[in-house]
Protein backbone atom coordinates (compact mmCIF):
# COMPACT_ATOMS: atom_id res chain seq x y z
CA UNK A 1 0.00 0.00 0.00
CA UNK A 2 1.31 3.55 -0.99
CA UNK A 3 2.75 5.64 1.91
CA UNK A 4 1.36 9.10 2.14
CA UNK A 5 3.04 9.90 6.13
CA UNK A 6 5.57 8.15 6.49
CA UNK A 7 5.71 8.51 9.79
CA UNK A 8 1.64 8.23 10.84
CA UNK A 9 -0.14 6.59 8.28
CA UNK A 10 2.26 3.63 7.28
CA UNK A 11 1.80 0.02 7.69
CA UNK A 12 4.57 -2.31 8.71
CA UNK A 13 7.35 -1.76 10.72
CA UNK A 14 9.10 1.63 10.83
CA UNK A 15 13.08 1.66 11.09
CA UNK A 16 14.62 5.16 12.35
CA UNK A 17 18.00 6.52 10.54
CA UNK A 18 20.28 6.35 13.09
CA UNK A 19 19.57 2.91 12.58
CA UNK A 20 20.37 2.44 9.31
CA UNK A 21 23.74 2.11 8.10
CA UNK A 22 26.12 3.48 5.17
CA UNK A 23 27.39 1.08 3.45
CA UNK A 24 29.27 2.67 0.84
CA UNK A 25 32.95 3.99 0.03
CA UNK A 26 34.42 6.94 2.19
CA UNK A 27 33.64 10.68 0.91
CA UNK A 28 36.85 12.34 3.40
CA UNK A 29 35.80 15.92 1.74
CA UNK A 30 32.51 15.22 2.98
CA UNK A 31 33.56 13.65 5.93
CA UNK A 32 31.20 10.49 5.59
CA UNK A 33 32.54 7.37 6.39
CA UNK A 34 31.80 3.94 5.92
CA UNK A 35 29.56 2.34 8.81
CA UNK A 36 28.30 5.86 9.64
CA UNK A 37 24.43 6.01 10.00
CA UNK A 38 22.05 7.39 7.65
CA UNK A 39 21.53 10.28 9.99
CA UNK A 40 25.21 10.90 10.40
CA UNK A 41 25.21 11.69 6.83
CA UNK A 42 21.93 13.60 6.56
CA UNK A 43 23.45 15.65 9.27
CA UNK A 44 26.84 16.18 7.07
CA UNK A 45 25.13 16.66 3.74
CA UNK A 46 22.14 19.03 5.02
CA UNK A 47 25.03 21.40 6.71
CA UNK A 48 27.16 21.65 3.32
CA UNK A 49 24.06 22.23 1.36
CA UNK A 50 23.46 24.98 3.69
CA UNK A 51 27.07 26.12 3.94
CA UNK A 52 26.67 26.27 -0.03
CA UNK A 53 23.52 27.98 -0.02
CA UNK A 54 25.31 30.49 1.94
CA UNK A 55 28.57 30.81 0.59
CA UNK A 56 30.15 30.21 4.51
CA UNK A 57 31.16 26.42 2.93
CA UNK A 58 33.22 27.45 0.39
CA UNK A 59 36.62 27.88 1.46
CA UNK A 60 38.34 30.09 -0.34
CA UNK A 61 41.83 30.38 2.13
CA UNK A 62 44.40 29.42 -1.14
CA UNK A 63 42.85 32.39 -2.91
CA UNK A 64 45.68 35.36 -2.93
CA UNK A 65 44.64 38.77 -2.71
CA UNK A 66 47.38 41.01 -3.97
CA UNK A 67 45.84 44.17 -3.39
CA UNK A 68 45.86 46.92 -0.57
CA UNK A 69 42.15 48.33 -1.88
CA UNK A 70 40.32 44.58 -1.35
CA UNK A 71 42.22 43.18 1.91
CA UNK A 72 40.75 46.28 3.53
CA UNK A 73 37.90 45.73 2.52
CA UNK A 74 37.82 42.27 3.64
CA UNK A 75 39.21 43.09 7.23
CA UNK A 76 39.98 40.25 8.38
CA UNK A 77 37.28 38.01 7.44
CA UNK A 78 37.30 34.53 6.57
CA UNK A 79 38.53 33.67 2.85
CA UNK A 80 34.69 32.03 2.43
CA UNK A 81 32.62 32.10 -0.88
CA UNK A 82 30.42 34.52 1.01
CA UNK A 83 33.30 36.76 2.31
CA UNK A 84 34.89 37.20 -1.08
CA UNK A 85 31.85 38.01 -2.73
CA UNK A 86 30.73 40.47 -0.55
CA UNK A 87 34.55 41.41 -0.78
CA UNK A 88 33.93 42.41 -5.16
CA UNK A 89 30.58 43.65 -4.76
CA UNK A 90 31.61 46.27 -2.04
CA UNK A 91 34.88 46.99 -4.26
CA UNK A 92 32.94 47.18 -7.58
CA UNK A 93 30.22 49.71 -5.78
CA UNK A 94 33.47 51.59 -4.08
CA UNK A 95 34.99 51.95 -7.45
CA UNK A 96 31.82 52.72 -9.17
CA UNK A 97 31.47 55.69 -6.99
CA UNK A 98 35.05 56.96 -7.39
CA UNK A 99 34.90 56.42 -11.46
CA UNK A 100 31.52 58.63 -11.57
CA UNK A 101 33.24 60.99 -9.01
CA UNK A 102 35.57 61.60 -11.58
CA UNK A 103 33.93 61.20 -14.97
CA UNK A 104 31.73 63.78 -13.10
CA UNK A 105 34.82 66.29 -12.26
CA UNK A 106 36.66 65.10 -15.69
CA UNK A 107 33.27 66.36 -17.78
CA UNK A 108 32.84 69.88 -16.47
CA UNK A 109 33.22 72.14 -18.53
CA UNK A 110 35.44 75.74 -17.95
CA UNK A 111 37.23 78.55 -19.17
CA UNK A 112 40.94 78.40 -19.68
CA UNK A 113 42.99 80.93 -20.79
CA UNK A 114 45.14 78.82 -23.56
CA UNK A 115 45.26 81.36 -26.54
CA UNK A 116 47.52 78.98 -28.16
CA UNK A 117 45.36 76.01 -28.42
CA UNK A 118 42.50 75.69 -30.61
CA UNK A 119 39.31 75.23 -28.66
CA UNK A 120 35.55 75.52 -28.91
CA UNK A 121 33.52 77.28 -26.80
CA UNK A 122 33.28 75.68 -23.03
CA UNK A 123 35.63 72.87 -23.77
CA UNK A 124 36.00 69.68 -21.55
CA UNK A 125 38.86 68.66 -20.33
CA UNK A 126 39.11 66.02 -22.83
CA UNK A 127 39.00 68.75 -25.17
CA UNK A 128 41.76 70.68 -24.06
CA UNK A 129 43.99 67.71 -23.29
CA UNK A 130 43.82 66.88 -27.36
CA UNK A 131 44.52 70.74 -28.37
CA UNK A 132 47.48 70.52 -25.72
CA UNK A 133 48.69 66.75 -27.46
CA UNK A 134 48.05 68.50 -30.68
CA UNK A 135 50.13 71.53 -29.83
CA UNK A 136 52.85 69.26 -28.67
CA UNK A 137 52.93 67.75 -31.25
CA UNK A 138 53.27 70.80 -33.64
CA UNK A 139 55.98 71.93 -31.33
CA UNK A 140 57.53 69.17 -31.53
CA UNK A 141 57.89 69.13 -35.02
CA UNK A 142 59.35 72.84 -34.93
CA UNK A 143 61.49 72.21 -32.51
CA UNK A 144 63.08 69.22 -34.74
CA UNK A 145 63.34 71.51 -37.50
CA UNK A 146 65.21 74.13 -35.26
CA UNK A 147 67.42 71.09 -33.91
CA UNK A 148 68.35 70.12 -37.71
CA UNK A 149 69.28 73.68 -38.47
CA UNK A 150 70.61 74.47 -34.66
CA UNK A 151 74.41 76.04 -34.83
CA UNK A 152 76.24 76.36 -31.56
CA UNK A 153 77.37 79.29 -30.30
CA UNK A 154 80.93 78.06 -30.12
CA UNK A 155 80.84 77.24 -33.79
CA UNK A 156 78.81 80.10 -34.84
CA UNK A 157 81.57 82.69 -35.61
CA UNK A 158 83.44 80.21 -37.43
CA UNK A 159 80.47 79.24 -39.34
CA UNK A 160 79.86 83.22 -39.91
CA UNK A 161 83.45 83.42 -41.25
CA UNK A 162 83.15 80.58 -43.57
CA UNK A 163 80.72 81.98 -45.24
CA UNK A 164 81.53 85.63 -45.38
CA UNK A 165 85.29 84.43 -46.84
CA UNK A 166 83.68 81.88 -49.49
CA UNK A 167 84.95 83.36 -52.44
CA UNK A 168 82.56 82.12 -54.73
CA UNK A 169 79.73 84.25 -52.79
CA UNK A 170 78.68 87.53 -54.36
CA UNK A 171 79.08 90.87 -52.45
CA UNK A 172 75.50 91.60 -53.64
CA UNK A 173 73.93 88.89 -50.91
CA UNK A 174 75.44 91.01 -48.02
CA UNK A 175 73.83 94.36 -49.03
CA UNK A 176 70.09 95.62 -49.22
CA UNK A 177 68.39 95.94 -52.93
CA UNK A 178 68.38 99.48 -54.03
CA UNK A 179 70.32 101.35 -50.79
CA UNK A 180 73.16 103.27 -51.95
CA UNK A 181 76.47 102.90 -50.24
CA UNK A 182 79.95 104.29 -50.09
CA UNK A 183 82.49 101.98 -51.56
CA UNK A 184 85.82 102.76 -51.35
CA UNK A 185 87.71 99.93 -52.82
CA UNK A 186 89.40 99.28 -55.85
CA UNK A 187 87.61 100.50 -58.98
CA UNK A 188 88.80 97.62 -61.46
CA UNK A 189 85.89 95.30 -60.21
CA UNK A 190 84.06 97.30 -62.36
CA UNK A 191 83.63 97.50 -66.17
CA UNK A 192 83.88 100.85 -68.14
CA UNK A 193 79.84 101.41 -67.45
CA UNK A 194 80.36 100.97 -63.97
CA UNK A 195 78.67 97.40 -64.13
CA UNK A 196 80.58 94.81 -61.14
CA UNK A 197 82.14 92.22 -62.55
CA UNK A 198 80.66 88.60 -61.46
CA UNK A 199 84.30 86.97 -61.33
CA UNK A 200 85.32 89.46 -58.71
CA UNK A 201 81.99 89.04 -56.73
CA UNK A 202 80.31 91.99 -58.06
CA UNK A 203 77.36 90.73 -60.26
CA UNK A 204 74.34 92.79 -59.88
CA UNK A 205 76.73 95.37 -57.78
CA UNK A 206 77.09 98.99 -60.04
CA UNK A 207 78.41 102.49 -59.89
CA UNK A 208 76.18 105.01 -59.35
CA UNK A 209 77.23 107.28 -62.74
CA UNK A 210 73.66 107.44 -64.37
CA UNK A 211 74.57 103.71 -66.32
CA UNK A 212 72.67 100.31 -66.20
CA UNK A 213 69.39 102.05 -64.16
CA UNK A 214 71.50 103.99 -61.55
CA UNK A 215 71.25 107.59 -60.83
CA UNK A 216 74.32 110.05 -61.04
CA UNK A 217 75.48 110.72 -57.70
CA UNK A 218 78.94 111.39 -58.98
CA UNK A 219 80.06 114.73 -56.85
CA UNK A 220 77.06 114.65 -54.61
CA UNK A 221 76.17 113.42 -51.21
CA UNK A 222 72.59 112.26 -50.56
CA UNK A 223 69.99 114.26 -48.87
CA UNK A 224 66.57 113.01 -47.15
CA UNK A 225 63.64 113.56 -49.33
CA UNK A 226 61.07 116.01 -47.93
CA UNK A 227 58.57 115.60 -50.31
CA UNK A 228 56.40 112.65 -51.17
CA UNK A 229 57.54 110.76 -48.56
CA UNK A 230 54.68 109.27 -45.41
CA UNK A 231 55.30 110.54 -41.90
CA UNK A 232 54.14 113.16 -39.57
CA UNK A 233 55.02 116.48 -39.93
CA UNK A 234 58.22 118.10 -40.97
CA UNK A 235 60.50 120.31 -38.88
CA UNK A 236 60.41 123.58 -39.60
CA UNK A 237 63.83 123.81 -40.57
CA UNK A 238 64.00 121.57 -43.11
CA UNK A 239 59.99 122.08 -44.15
CA UNK A 240 60.09 123.14 -48.47
CA UNK A 241 56.62 124.69 -47.38
CA UNK A 242 58.40 127.50 -44.70
CA UNK A 243 59.04 131.00 -46.92
CA UNK A 244 62.93 130.70 -46.38
CA UNK A 245 62.94 127.11 -47.45
CA UNK A 246 61.83 127.79 -50.70
CA UNK A 247 62.53 125.81 -53.34
CA UNK A 248 64.49 123.36 -51.02
CA UNK A 249 62.10 120.32 -51.83
CA UNK A 250 63.83 117.38 -52.55
CA UNK A 251 61.66 114.55 -54.54
CA UNK A 252 63.29 111.30 -54.15
CA UNK A 253 65.96 110.82 -57.13
CA UNK A 254 66.01 115.17 -57.27
CA UNK A 255 69.32 116.78 -57.81
CA UNK A 256 69.85 120.40 -56.41
CA UNK A 257 73.03 122.23 -55.39
CA UNK A 258 76.35 124.12 -56.37
CA UNK A 259 80.13 123.74 -55.21
CA UNK A 260 80.18 127.51 -55.37
CA UNK A 261 77.65 130.02 -55.16
CA UNK A 262 77.73 133.81 -56.19
CA UNK A 263 75.96 136.69 -53.70
CA UNK A 264 73.47 138.93 -55.18
CA UNK A 265 72.73 142.34 -53.86
CA UNK A 266 69.09 140.56 -52.82
CA UNK A 267 71.16 137.54 -51.52
CA UNK A 268 72.93 140.42 -48.51
CA UNK A 269 71.23 141.61 -45.55
CA UNK A 270 69.20 144.54 -45.79
CA UNK A 271 71.67 147.79 -44.43
CA UNK A 272 72.47 151.43 -45.03
CA UNK A 273 75.83 152.95 -45.46
CA UNK A 274 76.28 156.89 -43.81
CA UNK A 275 78.04 160.17 -44.80
CA UNK A 276 78.88 162.82 -42.66
CA UNK A 277 78.62 166.36 -43.92
CA UNK A 278 78.74 169.68 -42.36
CA UNK A 279 79.08 172.20 -44.68
CA UNK A 280 82.08 174.94 -45.17
CA UNK A 281 81.71 178.52 -46.32
CA UNK A 282 84.36 180.29 -48.85
CA UNK A 283 85.11 184.14 -47.24
CA UNK A 284 86.01 187.10 -50.15
CA UNK A 285 86.35 190.47 -49.35
CA UNK A 286 86.33 193.54 -50.70
CA UNK A 287 86.96 197.20 -50.31
CA UNK A 288 83.86 199.14 -50.91
CA UNK A 289 80.60 197.87 -48.58
CA UNK A 290 77.95 199.25 -51.20
CA UNK A 291 79.18 196.46 -53.86
CA UNK A 292 78.04 193.89 -51.78
CA UNK A 293 74.51 193.85 -49.82
CA UNK A 294 75.14 191.26 -47.24
CA UNK A 295 76.15 191.69 -43.40
CA UNK A 296 79.92 191.08 -43.04
CA UNK A 297 81.66 189.54 -41.19
CA UNK A 298 84.35 191.82 -40.11
CA UNK A 299 85.78 195.34 -41.09
CA UNK A 300 88.97 196.23 -41.67
CA UNK A 301 89.37 199.87 -40.04
CA UNK A 302 91.14 202.31 -42.00
CA UNK A 303 93.55 204.75 -40.27
CA UNK A 304 92.64 208.48 -38.63
CA UNK A 305 89.37 209.45 -40.03
CA UNK A 306 89.42 207.12 -42.88
CA UNK A 307 86.79 204.80 -43.27
CA UNK A 308 87.00 200.87 -43.28
CA UNK A 309 89.58 199.83 -45.46
CA UNK A 310 87.45 196.82 -46.41
CA UNK A 311 84.63 194.38 -45.61
CA UNK A 312 84.90 190.46 -45.15
CA UNK A 313 81.99 188.54 -46.44
CA UNK A 314 80.97 184.57 -46.74
CA UNK A 315 79.24 182.73 -49.58
CA UNK A 316 76.25 180.80 -48.66
CA UNK A 317 76.52 177.58 -47.00
CA UNK A 318 76.76 174.18 -49.53
CA UNK A 319 77.16 170.95 -49.31
CA UNK A 320 79.83 169.20 -51.27
CA UNK A 321 77.85 166.55 -53.43
CA UNK A 322 79.86 163.60 -51.49
CA UNK A 323 78.84 159.86 -53.25
CA UNK A 324 80.06 156.41 -51.54
CA UNK A 325 81.73 154.26 -54.31
CA UNK A 326 81.04 150.72 -54.34
CA UNK A 327 83.23 147.39 -53.59
CA UNK A 328 84.03 143.62 -53.90
CA UNK A 329 84.36 141.88 -56.76
CA UNK A 330 81.16 139.66 -57.64
CA UNK A 331 82.99 136.88 -57.16
CA UNK A 332 81.37 133.06 -56.79
CA UNK A 333 82.22 131.60 -53.10
CA UNK A 334 83.15 128.02 -52.23
CA UNK A 335 80.03 125.96 -50.99
CA UNK A 336 81.44 123.06 -50.26
CA UNK A 337 81.16 121.21 -46.30
CA UNK A 338 84.51 119.38 -45.30
CA UNK A 339 84.14 116.35 -47.76
CA UNK A 340 85.83 112.66 -48.36
CA UNK A 341 85.52 111.36 -51.48
CA UNK A 342 83.65 107.44 -52.06
CA UNK A 343 82.32 105.90 -55.24
CA UNK A 344 78.67 105.03 -54.70
CA UNK A 345 77.33 101.61 -55.36
CA UNK A 346 74.10 100.26 -55.42
CA UNK A 347 72.88 96.54 -55.60
CA UNK A 348 69.84 96.28 -58.05
CA UNK A 349 68.09 92.83 -58.47
Given amino acids: MAC ?26 L ?20 ELADGTGVDLSGVTIGCDFLTDILNGDDKNLANLMQMLITANCTLRMLVQ ?32 VTKLCSVSTDVAAIKA ?11 VAACLSNSSSQE ?45 MRGRVAVGANINVVGP ?27 TDTLTISSLAAHNHTVSDSGHTHSFTQTHANAYTGSPTSI ?19 TTGVTVNSSGGGQPHNNTQPSFGVVWIVYLP
Fill in 31 to 50: GICNGDSLYEIEVIVLEKLQ
Fill in 172 to 216: YTKMPKYVAMAYMGPLSVFDSTGKGLSAFGYDKVYICNGNNGTQD
Fill in 101 to 132: DLQDEISTTFTVAAPCLTLGANPTRDDILAAT
Fill in 300 to 318: IAGSGSVSPSAYTFNTASA
Fill in 233 to 259: ALDSAVDPSVTANAGYNFAQNTKKGAY
Fill in 149 to 159: DYVKASTLCSA
Fill in 4 to 29: TDCLNNCNGIRTSDRCVEYTGEDIPI
